[in-house]
């Protein structure tokens, strides 16, 4: 099975400040098909997940262009370049490549 | 507008069972995968079960395989999991989402509680 790690576990910002994420998978994340399963949810306060970035480093639609995904194989990172008040949540990255999914633990983003 | 709206949650004791149903709209239900997700109280997310468009391929996380089971019903826009065995860790909020890989669409989640 695979697993993904994620770093740090808490991240305190101060606002309009940048914060960055790891996620490290055990084995490599490239498809037979050539693409990267590696994809990033943030989870608000009281609300179900919601997808911010695809395939490592595609960004969903209506999120704003501070969030960024990179990476490859097995080492993947989510960065904010300015944190707002509305960024407070828990992230988690996820894979999609192989059977069955697994998230990561979830990174804390609160503001200092 | 999509929507997906799980049902079937609630209190159970251990060693029963629960069928959970979530309800899809706003989109051709029969051309995606489906998928359910749990997450326990204060936890993190758990991959619990994906069934494939027809129906045809499912696939569970370990601590669920043999205790339960994914089905759809293309004709109702439905999916389902039915549990058995319920254990005090499958106490969850299980939410029901679309696709396999990286799911866009999520649902509220029902709560399962297992406890005497």
């Known amino acids: 099975e695979v697993v993904l790690t994620q770093s740090p576990l808490s991240l305190p910002v101060t606002l309009g400040q940048p914060a960055s994420i790891s996620c490290r998978s055990s084995h490599s994340l490239v498809f037979s098909d050539g693409n990267t399963y590696l994809s990033w949810f943030q989870q608000r306060p009281g609300q179900s997940p919601r997808r911010l970035i695809y395939w490592v480093s595609n960004r969903e639609s209506g999120v704003p262009d501070r969030f960024s995904g990179s990476g490859s194989g097995t080492d993947f990172t989510l960065k904010i370049t300015r944190v707002e008040a509305e960024d407070v949540g828990v992230y988690y990255c996820?894979?999609?490549?192989?059977?069955?999914?697994?998230f990561g633990q979830g990174t804390k983003v609160e503001i200092k | 507008e999509v929507q997906l709206v799980e049902s079937g949650g609630g209190l159970v004791q251990p060693g029963g069972s629960l069928r959970l149903s979530c309800i899809a709209s706003?989109?051709?239900?029969?051309?995606?995968?489906m998928s359910w997700v749990r997450q326990a109280p204060g936890k993190g997310l758990e991959w619990v079960a994906s069934v494939k468009e027809d129906g045809t391929e499912r696939d569970y996380v370990d601590p669920l395989k043999g205790r339960s089971t994914i089905s759809r019903d293309n004709a109702k826009n439905s999916v389902y999991l039915q549990m058995h065995s319920l254990r005090a860790e499958d106490t969850a909020l299980y939410f029901c989402?679309?696709?396999?890989?990286?799911?866009?669409?999520w649902g509220q989640g029902t709560p399962v509680t297992v406890s005497p």
């Open positions: 996820m894979q999609g490549t192989h059977w069955p999914r697994a």
């Open positions: 989402a679309r696709g396999r890989r990286a799911p866009i669409y």
């Open positions: 706003g989109f051709t239900f029969s051309n995606y995968w």
